[in-house]
């Protein structure tokens, strides 16, 4: 199957991608990670008005073969979760990048994101694993 990395994103090595548009940060996991993890059964997300430190989890998401920590490329304040994909976490592998978003931050420092991988960084990375 070949998964897909837009180029717009930037990513973690831990799977998680950003897309920052000026303050807004969306955050959610890439198709890689959907695919690794199979069927998701659930997602522990933090509340709206919650603030996130880059590299401290924020909650996890967990699948029938393992639960793995969430992790944000950047530190804010959460100001919309997916409820939808709360709902229904099976549908992640449907549209990770676009339906499958988890979260919406206002971004501290916008300069944080520069730490994360490209998507050609992050292809890198995860096929030549």
């Known amino acids: 199957m070949d998964l897909e990395y837009p180029s717009d994103l930037k990513y973690l090595d831990s799977h998680e991608y950003v897309r920052l548009e000026g303050e807004i940060a969306t955050i959610g996991i890439s198709a890689f990670a959907v695919d690794q993890l199979g069927d998701i059964v659930f997602l522990e997300l933090p509340e709206i008005?919650?603030?996130l430190t880059k590299g401290e989890s924020f909650g996890s998401v967990e699948s029938v073969k393992a639960v793995e920590d969430l992790y944000p490329a950047v530190s804010g304040t959460v100001i919309e979760r997916n409820e939808a994909i709360v709902d229904a976490p099976e549908q992640l592998a449907e549209d990770p990048y676009g339906?499958?978003?988890?979260?919406?931050?206002r971004v501290n420092d916008p300069g944080e994101i520069d730490d994360a991988m490209s998507a050609d960084e992050y292809r890198a990375q995860v096929e030549g694993e």
Do not use: I, Q
């Open 49 to 51: 008005g919650d603030a």
């Open 99 to 105: 339906e499958g978003w988890l979260l919406k931050l």
